[in-house]
């Protein structure tokens, strides 16, 4: 435990002093207040509180750029380390491999956490400011910001598997894009299609629920755009919701699985690895 | 006897079909300097790291103060190990003293210690200055300090002088026999001889991943067989009558004369040295000379 603490504490310092910690959270909170000042616009005199609306831009911004910034924090964690030739020292100190990489894991989670947490906060705090409802409904927000941290781990611990089976660092980064590129993009519009084309003759409403378990960005889309009552209703996604019966809790432990496995494989194959 | 810090026992690593290490038999014991020297990719890094722990012997066993460093209750033995990396990389994010705070707690040592750590190693004026900015000598001096927190038993160095200026080499070789007067033993990783020459007690002479010398520089002279030479040069235009005293004498181009003696042959020979001969010069085998002798040949028997 206490190797994995210093092992995070050096991964955080190191955010620190290569400006990640600043630009990922400078980066979030002006997509945010964009978003914010956006979407404030359209609700107008619709009776919507603009949390609400908050919750669901901010989510749909963290589907696209969380992931993304995730892989990009994690994906050299180990590659990068033995190319630079840091590692071989590393593991010559009384570390065990498994605590290198958890370490590793919670210290770029606590650096993705504290930016999404200030990021989006600061512009909650503004869209608040700027209208006259103060009616707000801040658990759910938080609810949108654990869950998008949640998110982020789930990516950071892909990256580290990619990290851990990669032999030099371009491989990884690739791998790495191509990772946020399905997950993303690619699946959505690959079910999109399979949907269409099916016409529900074959894929029965309770299959294309579990078809979007299997990628990490649609269960956290479900969580937030269709799991909390308010949100869902401005979000288009109700109709999916009510087809999906998955409640919250049981989509918060599908991400923290997915958190769980590609970690548990990345200790797996990081033991293996010849140093 | 005593017990060995450091034992591989019939050790044998291979990389796929190549095999970097054959049949090693090896042992560090207390106080003792070993030096390892081999041609790059003789199997010098690879036995290091078999010793850390870093990587699992195909064949043999590697011990550390008696337990497997590679196993989970190796993480023990390798608190009392010290390894300083051939070209050691050092976070460069981090300052001297920071890299040291971090290293020190990850071996569960006070690192109240460290100032006194870097003074010795001259870093202490740097220590507060990124690692990005050292010089080469600089990262290198404060890759032995890491590898000398919580004074281990074994300090484990892979070539560490490789890329420094004489004076920084010069210098780490003084720093190297502080460390021995400690108590420590050292296994010492070079592709050259000659410079360990006033640095080691005992040499293991790696070629292509076999073991083929292991004794100190002396035994490695004896065993070698290079015997010293008598170079003489005579004064031109010296009738070949003359040249009767110089029987088995081996003549080499510009009219100079050459043979090989043992050691208390010289003197005679010296003494009983014509008018006719103008210069002379005994050349010894150098450390290098050796170093060839036995890269170039499989075993010499030990």
């Known amino acids: 435990?206490?190797?994995?603490?210093?092992?995070?504490?050096?991964?955080?310092?190191?955010?620190?002093?290569?400006?990640?910690?600043?630009?990922?959270?400078?980066?979030?909170?002006?997509?945010?207040?964009?978003?914010?000042?956006?979407?404030?616009?359209?609700?107008?005199?619709?009776?919507?509180?603009?949390?609400?609306?908050?919750?669901?831009?901010?989510?749909?911004?963290?589907?696209?750029?969380?992931?993304?910034?995730?892989?990009?924090?994690?994906?050299?964690?180990?590659?990068?380390?033995?190319?630079?030739?840091?590692?071989?020292?590393?593991?010559?100190?009384?570390?065990?491999?498994?605590?290198?990489?958890?370490?590793?894991?919670?210290?770029?989670?606590?650096?993705?956490?504290?930016?999404?947490?200030?990021?989006?906060?600061?512009?909650?705090?503004?869209?608040?400011?700027?209208?006259?409802?103060?009616?707000?409904?801040?658990?759910?927000?938080?609810?949108?910001?654990?869950?998008?941290?949640?998110?982020?781990?789930?990516?950071?611990?892909?990256?580290?598997?990619?990290?851990?089976?990669?032999?030099?660092?371009?491989?990884?980064?690739?791998?790495?894009?191509?990772?946020?590129?399905?997950?993303?993009?690619?699946?959505?519009?690959?079910?999109?299609?399979?949907?269409?084309?099916?016409?529900?003759?074959?894929?029965?409403?309770?299959?294309?629920?579990?078809?979007?378990?299997?990628?990490?960005?649609?269960?956290?889309?479900?969580?937030?755009?269709?799991?909390?009552?308010?949100?869902?209703?401005?979000?288009?996604?109700?109709?999916?919701?009510?087809?999906?019966?998955?409640?919250?809790a049981f989509l918060i432990s599908m991400l923290l699985l997915w958190c769980a496995v590609p970690l548990v494989a990345a200790v797996w194959v990081f033991s293996r690895r010849q140093i | 006897m005593t017990e060995p810090i450091v034992q591989l026992q019939h050790v044998t690593r291979r990389f796929g079909p190549q095999i970097a290490v054959d049949e090693v038999e090896l042992a560090l014991r207390p106080g003792e300097c070993v030096g390892l020297v081999g041609h790059n990719g003789a199997g010098k890094t690879t036995i290091i790291k078999l010793v850390l722990g870093l990587l699992r012997p195909s064949a043999g066993r590697v011990m550390v103060l008696g337990q497997d460093p590679a196993a989970g209750a190796g993480a023990r033995a390798r608190r009392e190990l010290g390894y300083l990396p051939e070209n050691v990389a050092l976070y460069p994010a981090l300052t001297g003293a920071e890299t040291l705070r971090f290293y020190a707690r990850l071996k569960r040592v006070d690192p109240a210690d460290n100032a006194a750590l870097l003074a010795r190693v001259g870093l202490l004026e740097a220590a507060k200055r990124r690692v990005a900015t050292y010089s080469k000598g600089m990262r290198q001096r404060l890759g032995l300090a890491q590898a000398l927190l919580g004074r281990p038993q074994a300090l484990l160095l892979d070539e560490p002088t490789s890329g420094l200026d004489p004076a920084s080499r010069q210098s780490f070789y003084g720093l190297l026999r502080e460390v021995r007067r400690a108590g420590a033993a050292v296994l010492l990783s070079s592709h050259a001889l000659a410079e360990l020459d006033s640095v080691v007690d005992r040499v293991v002479i790696l070629n292509r991943g076999r073991k083929t010398a292991d004794g100190d520089i002396q035994q490695l002279r004896r065993l070698a067989g290079i015997r010293p030479r008598i170079r003489v040069q005579l004064l031109a235009d010296v009738p070949p009558c003359s040249r009767s005293r110089f029987v088995g004498w081996q003549e080499r181009p510009g009219g100079v004369l050459e043979i090989e003696c043992t050691e208390p042959e010289i003197v005679d020979r010296l003494r009983t040295m014509p008018e006719t001969a103008q210069a002379v010069e005994v050349v010894r085998p150098t450390l290098d000379d050796l170093y060839a002798r036995f890269s170039h040949h499989d075993e010499i028997a030990v």
Request: proline share 2%; net charge neutral; hydrophobic share 60%.
């Open chain 1, 1 to 248: 435990m206490r190797q994995m603490v210093l092992i995070a504490g050096k991964e955080w310092l190191d955010g620190w002093r290569n400006r990640w910690v600043l630009v990922v959270t400078l980066l979030l909170a002006l997509f945010a207040l964009t978003l914010s000042f956006l979407g404030a616009a359209p609700t107008g005199s619709v009776k919507a509180s603009p949390l609400a609306v908050m919750i669901v831009s901010l989510s749909s911004l963290s589907i696209f750029l969380l992931p993304l910034i995730a892989l990009l924090l994690s994906y050299d964690a180990i590659v990068g380390e033995w190319e630079r030739g840091t590692l071989a020292l590393l593991l010559a100190y009384p570390v065990a491999r498994w605590q290198v990489v958890l370490g590793k894991f919670s210290g770029q989670v606590g650096i993705l956490a504290m930016a999404t947490g200030l990021g989006y906060s600061t512009a909650a705090v503004a869209a608040i400011m700027n209208s006259a409802d103060f009616a707000a409904d801040w658990s759910e927000f938080a609810a949108m910001l654990a869950s998008s941290v949640l998110l982020g781990a789930v990516f950071i611990a892909l990256g580290h598997i990619v990290s851990a089976v990669s032999r030099d660092r371009g491989t990884a980064g690739g791998i790495a894009i191509g990772i946020w590129l399905v997950f993303v993009l690619v699946y959505d519009m690959a079910l999109l299609g399979v949907l269409v084309a099916d016409r529900g003759r074959v894929l029965s409403e309770e299959a294309v629920g579990w078809l979007l378990l299997i990628n990490p960005a649609d269960i956290y889309r479900l969580f937030n755009l269709a799991g909390t009552t308010s949100a869902s209703a401005f979000s288009g996604m109700s109709g999916l919701a009510a087809q999906a019966h998955f409640g919250p």
